[in-house]
């Protein structure tokens, strides 16, 4: 059976170096900068600040992980106003 993955537009893909609001079904939970991202499924991050106390006990500041990019979207800080 062949492996079937989970894509992600080109242009919502994150890039290494930068930082992002992360976003799960439209509600951002995490501000985290992509530490290692080469392409494909899976990216690095460190995370910056958890969003609200819900996502608090569960993000801290320093928390580094791996994680499947297609099941987030990826907000660049510079675009909140």
Known sequence: MKHRHDKIA???RPVEGQTYDVLLDG???FEAEVTDYKGGCWAHLK???AF???YASLYSP???FQTKIAAYK???TSDIV
Do not use: A, Y
């Open 62 to 64: 320093g928390d580094e």
């Open 52 to 54: 609200d106390s819900e």
């Open 10 to 12: 080109k242009e919502d």
């Open 74 to 76: 990826f907000r660049p």
């Open 47 to 49: 995370v910056n600040k």
């Open 27 to 29: 509600r951002p939970i």
